[in-house]
């Protein structure tokens, strides 16, 4: 009996040991997926100070135990940085490849219409003066006694036609000229622009120096055209590398300029367009590929993504090309 009891006590002490053995691996995972969690914290805003208003810094730190570098993503004006339909929408998937995030809206620019009134009234003028010559008759020709009354109500009323016509057609002239729309970026606010996104920047560059690695430089839309203008001009230190997508400038001359921009980007290029960019971005996009061919530079790229900005899979492939790009730079 005192047998039994002792080899029911081993058999209890192997039971326990056995069950230590298996749940040993499960304990280790719970504290690795705690420390996991501890490096990757939930993002977090900072405020920063640009021309006098508050600016909203959305921070992401890297999802891995390793930090690739920091991404400065400026998307386009009037959008949320973080959505999905725009550059700042990356955010996650680029943490996953261990790079950090810096997400901010760019400041909106003012756009004004040049029309002035003295063109409008020199239009109205024309016309008034056009009906004047028409509706009044010409007394250096006098009628002859031998012209018929019919020829003469004939004359009449050709001229009386003539008059409606022109009367009923300077209502739509004077509309057509009252919403037409030219030079909506004057220089000033070209200059303006310029050195606010410069400010931007430089602003925006002290916040990276808490990560160890490459810095990279996203923008999107006008913000990419910005971010290139300013780079050319050398306004700020080049990063490491710079990906824009789709630029463009809603204007025909500006548009041109981002093509001329490119050769002066002292730092690595990625240029993307995507399916669902609009005609500024597409009318210039010819331009941009002559223009990154004659820059003959090591690390200058264009791709394509066939995917509209509204396909839940367009996030993941920009971070795909951004990944292959910076893996060929041996990042």
């Not at 339909?85 to 790079?99: F, N, T």
């Not at 055209?225 to 300013?230: E, P």
Request: proline share 5%; net charge negative.
């Amino acid at each position: 009996m005192h047998w039994s009891i002792t080899a029911l006590k081993k058999r209890h002490t192997l039971r326990a040991c056995i069950g230590a053995i298996i749940l040993l691996p499960f304990s280790s995972y719970s504290v690795f997926a705690q420390d996991t969690s501890q490096i990757n914290p939930s993002t977090t805003n900072v405020e920063i100070e640009l021309d006098g208003k508050v600016v909203t810094v959305i921070k992401q730190q890297s999802s891995q135990a390793f930090t690739q570098g920091v991404a400065i993503i400026l998307s386009p004006p009037n959008t949320t940085s973080s959505s999905q339909q725009h550059v700042g929408g990356i955010a996650p998937s680029l943490a996953e490849s261990g790079w950090a995030s810096l997400r901010v809206e760019v400041p909106s620019h003012p756009l004004k219409i040049t029309q002035t009134s003295e063109h409008r009234q020199k239009e109205a003028g024309k016309n008034t003066t056009s009906m004047a010559e028409i509706s009044t008759p010409d007394t250096s020709t006098e009628t002859t006694e031998n012209q018929s009354e019919s020829e003469k109500l004939t004359e009449t009323s050709e001229t009386n036609e003539a008059t409606s016509s022109v009367t009923n057609a300077t209502p739509t002239a004077a509309v057509t000229e009252v919403t037409r729309i030219e030079n909506i970026i004057t220089q000033t606010v070209f200059q303006e622009q310029s050195e606010k996104m410069a400010e931007l920047v430089k602003t925006l560059l002290p916040l990276t120096d808490e990560y160890p690695g490459f810095v990279l430089f996203i923008a999107e839309g006008t913000s990419a055209a910005w971010l290139s203008q300013i780079l050319s001009e050398q306004k700020i230190t080049a990063p490491d590398g710079v990906v824009l997508v789709a630029p463009f400038w809603p204007q025909g001359e500006l548009n041109q300029q981002i093509s001329n921009n490119l050769g002066g980007i002292l730092a690595p290029l990625l240029m993307i367009d995507h399916a669902s960019q609009n005609h500024w971005a597409n009318k210039s996009k010819s331009d941009r590929q002559r223009a990154l061919k004659r820059a003959r530079k090591l690390y200058f790229r264009h791709r394509e993504i066939n995917l509209s900005t509204y396909n839940h899979l367009y996030p993941a492939e920009l971070t795909y090309h951004i990944k292959n790009w910076t893996r060929h730079m041996n990042w």
